[in-house]
């Protein structure tokens, strides 16, 4: 092994957005692309002598060179110590549950989450601290501009190191452990939910369940946890064997690409239960008989539950949800007398408030829900959820859903995305809006009235950091929201994202469709900033 300096020059466009940096396959497959981001993050640590992390990824296309690129980092930079999951697999969630099992300084997870993947898909990379979370954006910033600096990386002549073996060796003066990406996750869930409840349910003849990895990363956790710790048939998986391309799919488990557990779904004889899973395992989809549950209303079902699964029986400290989530988990808050707090999207901004011990349960209207046994969002842990608490009630999805309604009334919830708009248009319509909020407030649009029209801005009260422009809100009398955002995460154009809420006390309006009971905020969003216009589009990419 022979230690070497490489000169290079720093990329303009390593900025990390609302979940790592990002990009088409090709742009990391440039020279030193890779590389400049690794140093960059090692720099903004203040380097990396004597640290230990874990390093893993979904599998996707570029996964396994990245993975021995940052080997060679890892040595170059005198890292102490590197946990890698077997195969170069670690699901988002379980890279954050070894990060805290195992007291490591942090992590990387090399995912794009539900973008698509193989050779013209996208990569990603994402740093996470010591706490197991994704890096806040102090850091993600420092590593932007360390990158924007950067002239020089450390890495070593090496060959190339055996990652399909559980092992553990030195190469040189750093350790490197390949460990099982599964087992310590499995271990954790069991810890959380009760397994032999569980386990009788997917037994009984009249409970069907199923459970879709979408070729991700999912597959090998959903084949230990469900099958062999718990019993399910193997016919309740479906696409588990992770694939570099996601099978050609677009790993994002919604109503759209979620195609599979769709038609079964929503067809005749349909199990009880459904669920999918994104590339990187940190996002779930929650299905019953013929019904979909909104991941608002998922998340707000959870809080009110959590009570009676044994890892929560001690009651909630606290919920938190991003703002564009839907207001159903507040109502849940006010009952259980707890704070709900509301911060930016982005699973990051959770982090301080676990770590200070205010919350318990956490979730974003994109599909996340989590609690404080991590600090990720997770997929499978909410379908364990969703199966405990059948586990309990014994009755439907839908019938859950439904009385939680009754209860705490009902959010229409629905998000609509305009996906690979022109970046300029997007920006102009954003930086308009903002000029027009004076003008809106009070306004009224027949039944609908503007008392609240601004720039959503977060102060984080645990370490009074402000995050700005984190999405406009328009919020009304009756509490209905047309939020519009941003994407972070798109790879190429924009991504505009429009979120609509209105709030239904009355049990005689509650079974409406979603998109007819949200029909009229949708057609003033519409009026108001010129949507089909300014996009040339007709209608939305994706309605979830
Ligand atoms: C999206 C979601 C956000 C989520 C993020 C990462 O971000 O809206 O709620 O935290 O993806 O999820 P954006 O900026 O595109 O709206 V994942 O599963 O990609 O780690
Ligand atoms: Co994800």
């Not at 507040?330 to 930016?344: G, Q, R, S, W």
């Not at 609690?371 to 997929?379: A, L, M, P, T, Y």
């Not at 009224?444 to 009074?464: H, M, V």
């Not at 009355?506 to 949200?518: I, K, R, S, V, Y």
Request: charge should be neutral.
């Amino acid at each position: 092994m022979k230690n070497i300096t490489v000169a290079t020059q720093p990329f303009s466009d390593q900025r990390p957005g609302t979940s790592g940096l990002r990009k088409k396959v090709s742009v990391f497959q440039q020279p030193h692309y890779l590389e400049n981001f690794v140093q960059a993050t090692f720099d903004a640590l203040g380097g990396v002598k004597g640290k230990q992390l874990a390093v893993g990824g979904d599998g996707r296309f570029y996964n396994r060179e990245a993975l021995q690129t940052i080997v060679r980092l890892g040595l170059g930079n005198g890292l102490k110590k590197l946990v890698i999951g077997q195969g170069g697999i670690l699901s988002t969630p379980a890279a954050s549950c070894v990060i805290r099992k195992y007291g490591l300084d942090g992590g990387f997870i090399l995912s794009a989450s539900h973008n698509p993947g193989g050779p013209h898909g996208d990569f990603g990379i994402k740093f996470n601290t010591a706490n197991g979370g994704p890096a806040p954006e102090k850091i993600t910033e420092a590593i932007y501009q360390k990158s924007l600096g950067l002239d020089r990386y450390l890495t070593v002549e090496s060959p190339d190191i055996d990652l399909d073996t559980q092992n553990r060796f030195m190469i040189g003066e750093m350790a490197i452990e390949i460990i099982d990406p599964v087992s310590d996750y499995a271990d954790l869930m069991m810890e959380l939910f009760d397994f032999p409840a569980i386990a009788k349910l997917l037994q009984d003849q009249d409970f069907a369940f199923l459970f879709d990895a979408m070729h991700a990363v999912t597959g090998p956790y959903a084949e230990e946890i469900f099958c062999r710790r718990l019993g399910a048939a193997s016919t309740s998986l479906i696409n588990c064997t992770v694939k570099p391309d996601f099978g050609g799919g677009h790993p994002d488990p919604n109503l759209k690409y979620a195609k599979d557990l769709v038609r079964i779904m929503f067809g005749e004889k349909a199990p009880a239960l459904g669920a999918a899973s994104d590339g990187d395992g940190d996002r779930n989809m929650i299905l019953g008989d013929n019904f979909f549950v909104t991941p608002s209303d998922s998340v707000a079902v959870i809080a009110a539950n959590a009570h009676l699964i044994k890892g929560y029986r001690k009651g909630l400290k606290g919920v938190a949800r991003s703002m564009p989530t839907s207001c159903a988990l507040d109502a849940v808050a006010k009952e259980l007398n707890i704070d709900c707090y509301e911060t930016p999207t982005g699973w990051k901004f959770f982090g301080n408030l676990l770590d200070a011990g205010k919350l318990t349960i956490c979730g974003e209207e994109s599909f996340g829900t989590s609690s404080d046994h991590i600090r990720e969002k997770d997929g499978l842990w909410t379908v364990l959820f969703w199966l405990n608490l059948m586990a309990i009630k014994k009755i439907s999805v839908k019938e859950i859903v439904a009385a939680h309604w009754q209860h705490f009334g009902r959010n229409y919830y629905s998000r609509h995305d305009y996906e690979e708009v022109d970046n300029k248009a997007a920006n102009q319509l954003v930086d308009d809006l903002r000029k027009r909020f004076e003008r809106l407030r009070g306004t009224r649009f027949g039944s609908l009235e503007i008392t609240k029209a601004d720039d959503f801005s977060y102060l984080d009260p645990i370490d009074n950091s402000l995050s700005k422009q984190q999405g406009i809100r328009l919020i009304f009398k009756d509490k209905s929201r047309i939020i519009l955002r941003l994407s972070g995460t798109g790879t190429s154009g924009a991504t505009l994202r429009l979120y609509f809420e209105k709030v239904e006390k009355n049990p005689a309006g509650m079974n409406l469709e979603t998109q007819t009971a949200l029909a009229q905020l949708i057609k003033l969003a519409d009026d108001l900033f010129a949507i089909k216009k300014i996009t040339g589009r007709s209608e939305p990419t994706v309605i979830t």
